[in-house]
Every structure is written in C-alpha cells, then in structure tokens.
C-alpha cells in the first residue's frame, strides 16, 4: 500500500543554516506530493506541494522537487530562522486509486539563535 | 473564507464522562478527515466521510468512538464513555478535489485538545 517515510527528528539547527528533510514514498499510481507545517498549539498548515513528476513546490523559501526515479521529496531550505521552529509533514494523495491521504510521522524541527 | 472550525479548543473532563468534538467544514467541501494526534503514536486517521457518508472508520480505536455527519456542514466526534488514554489533540479537516484542481489537499482545523483525567 501507499506510505510516507520521513527522517526521524528532532533536528536542531543554528540560524541560517541549511535544511534539508528527507522524505520518500511509496505508491500505487501517480500521487500528488505535500509538505505541512505545524507550529506549536496550531493545526496543520500547507506548505507547498508538487503534483507530477519533476514539479518543484516552494513557499517561505522552502522547496521541494518530486522526484519520481528516487520516489522522494525531499524539503530544503536555504537559511533557516528562528521562526521556522515547528514540525514538519511529508505527504501524499492519491485519490484517483479511490483511497486518500498518508502523513509521514513528522519531524522536530529546532532553531536556535 | 472562514477555514475548518472545531469546538471546543480545550476539553477537560473526568473518566466515564461523554465528550463530543464538534467541526464544521469549509463550505463546498465533499470530503471530511477526524485526526487525533499525541506524541507517542503520531497523527492517526480515525475516520473520513464523503458527501457525508463515511467511507472508512477503520481507524476509530474502538465502540467507544463514534462519529456522524448529519449535513455537510457539520460532524461530530463521540466519546463515550472517555478514558485518560483518550487524551490527545483531536483535529478536523476538509477538502474539495474538484477545488484543489485534483490534489485535494486537507485543510486543517486548530484542533481540539481533549484531556480525560
């Protein structure tokens, strides 16, 4: 079946370093690909997403390319700040095979001044 | 547009005692997501519905859950009787397939915290 597979956390960083959040997938078909953000005491918010092979999402100064022959989605960023603090989901959907929606288990992410 | 509204935010209450969450969806979305979050298992997925009707309540932990959407503009979560393992963040969400261009990306409530004691 479809699944998600995210790199453990926490992950600590010093402001303006370089992030990167691994992500990989497992699916049937031809999913739409999704990071969410979850700031302390908040719900989950999109960051951004990719819906075919090779589509870069951005947002905030994050990115991410799906890459259909790594089946990844991986999350960078170039300089990190103190208020990208929160937890990060990997996602995917793939509705069309008539189910929905799988989280990875996120990942911690922490920047210290 | 308003987004996903849950009630009530936080929820204290005493083993044995019923609780019912409470989310009204964004209008014109089809489909609705009960989440519950904690730290030890994660987000899980205890049940989705489509133009109301639910499709998979796989993830419902046991008869102690229940969950109705009687129109499309509200569901309701059930607990009953509540026990202190039932502790957790319990969040909504909607989406529209047709609205996200296909992807049908969840949008997220702020969640209600629920703590049984």
């Known amino acids: 079946g479809d699944s998600v597979t995210q790199m453990e956390g926490p992950v600590t960083l010093s402001e303006e370093a370089f992030l990167t959040i691994n992500c990989t997938y497992t699916?049937?078909?031809?999913?739409?690909l999704f990071w969410y953000v979850q700031y302390p005491g908040e719900g989950l918010q999109l960051l951004l997403k990719a819906t075919k092979a090779d589509d870069k999402g951005s947002n905030k100064g994050f990115e991410a390319t799906y890459r259909k022959e790594t089946t990844s989605f991986h999350l960078e960023k170039g300089s990190v700040q103190v208020s990208d603090s929160a937890v990060y989901f990997c996602?995917?959907?793939?509705?069309?095979?008539?189910?929905?929606?799988?989280f990875g288990t996120g990942t911690s992410l922490t920047v210290i001044p | 547009d308003a987004g996903v509204i849950q009630s009530p935010r936080h929820e204290v209450t005493e083993m044995g005692q019923e609780v019912t969450l409470r989310c009204k969806p964004i209008s014109g979305h089809d489909y609705l997501f009960w989440y519950r979050q904690t730290m030890m298992r994660g987000l899980e997925l205890l049940i989705y519905f489509n133009n109301n009707v639910p499709i998979d309540d796989s993830g419902m932990p046991e008869d102690r859950f229940s969950a109705k959407m009687p129109n499309a503009s509200f569901s309701t979560l059930k607990i009953q009787p509540s026990e202190p393992r039932d502790s957790a963040v319990y969040f909504c969400?909607?989406?529209?397939?047709?609205?996200?261009?296909?992807?049908?990306?969840?949008?997220f409530g702020e969640g209600s915290r629920l703590t049984v004691l």
């Open positions: 969400a909607s989406t529209n397939r047709g609205a996200t261009r296909g992807t049908g990306e969840l949008f």
């Open positions: 996602a995917l959907s793939e509705w069309n095979t008539g189910n929905q929606f799988y």
């Open positions: 699916a049937t078909g031809y999913p739409s």
